[in-house]
């Protein structure tokens, strides 16, 4: 009886000891290095919230697995942007080693036939699926995101791709998917006076010079320029692209590695991992 006392305090402390650890581990935004795909992760908390999730799982399972605690196993949140492979082919993968408790889409998702499939399968794992739009927002304890995109449907499914924009204190944040120049130019442009002095800028389409309006990248001035891509057939980041942004702080994982941006209670600090 003894020995099963002790057993039993131990074990209490070791779950009081890991609750404490998880509440005050650092929140972070997380642009990892996965290849050729899209995925950022928002923790804030004990909340962690994915937008798009890549396609290799090897890399985004240990993306998660080097920056959750241990005994982290679920994913509040997943929003896929738009049902691009090397933006939710991933989803799969990650719904086997953790538990996804909802998952965000916009629906014209839809009216693809295998990203259709999938979801039938995550339904399967009882997996809250529901769709959002323009206006819906997204409120943690310190960070609130908006959906600033897509206000209608486009002919090309890249002008579908969920925008949303994430605002916690002074720190503001642009994840984009990705969305192309009519995307850009018929609604996003409308935007630009909430994302002046943007801190943080996700460009679009890993970047392909067909996402690039020089007009809005100007307006809205993003201290810091993450482009996610890596071995590709079609050249991204496109050197149009590379060109507009040669003065600013430009962040290529596919040369730099992982960004990561930790927030403390009143500022926020910058890890790169270099290669």
């Known amino acids: 009886m003894k020995t099963l006392n002790l057993i039993l305090i131990f074990a209490n402390i070791f779950i009081y000891y890991s609750i404490f650890v998880y509440l005050n581990s650092e929140n972070f935004l997380l642009a990892p290095d996965i290849g050729q795909g899209k995925s950022f992760i928002l923790k804030e908390g004990k909340n962690v919230v994915m937008y798009d999730t890549g396609k290799n799982d090897f890399k985004i399972l240990k993306a998660l697995n080097n920056n959750l605690p241990f005994f982290k196993r679920n994913i509040d949140i997943v929003i896929i942007s738009h049902p691009d492979v090397d933006h939710y082919l991933s989803l799969n993968s990650i719904s086997e080693k953790y538990e996804i408790r909802l998952l965000l889409l916009n629906e014209t998702s839809l009216n693809?036939?295998?990203?259709?499939?999938?979801?039938?399968?995550?339904?399967?794992?009882?997996?809250?699926?529901?769709?959002?739009?323009?206006?819906d927002r997204i409120i943690l304890n310190k960070t609130t995101l908006l959906v600033l995109h897509p206000d209608k449907s486009y002919k090309r499914d890249n002008d579908n791709s969920l925008v949303i924009y994430g605002k916690r204190k002074d720190f503001s944040f642009l994840l984009t998917g990705d969305i192309e120049k009519e995307g850009i130019g018929k609604n996003l442009i409308k935007y630009t006076n909430?994302?002046?002095?943007?801190?943080?800028?996700?460009?679009?389409?890993?970047?392909?010079?067909?996402?690039?309006v020089k007009e809005f990248f100007e307006s809205i001035n993003p201290q810091i320029i993450v482009i996610q891509s890596g071995f590709n057939r079609y050249g991204h980041p496109h050197k149009e692209v590379l060109n507009f942004f040669k003065n600013k702080n430009l962040w290529l994982t596919q040369k730099?590695?992982?960004?990561?941006?930790?927030?403390?209670?009143?500022?926020?600090?910058?890890?790169?991992?270099?290669?």
């Open 194 to 212: 909430l994302l002046k002095n943007l801190s943080l800028l996700d460009f679009p389409h890993h970047g392909s010079k067909y996402s690039l």
């Open 112 to 135: 693809d036939y295998s990203f259709k499939e999938l979801l039938k399968n995550l339904e399967k794992k009882k997996i809250k699926i529901f769709f959002i739009d323009k206006g």
């Open 256 to 275: 730099n590695g992982d960004l990561k941006i930790v927030f403390e209670k009143e500022w926020y600090n910058i890890i790169g991992k270099d290669r």
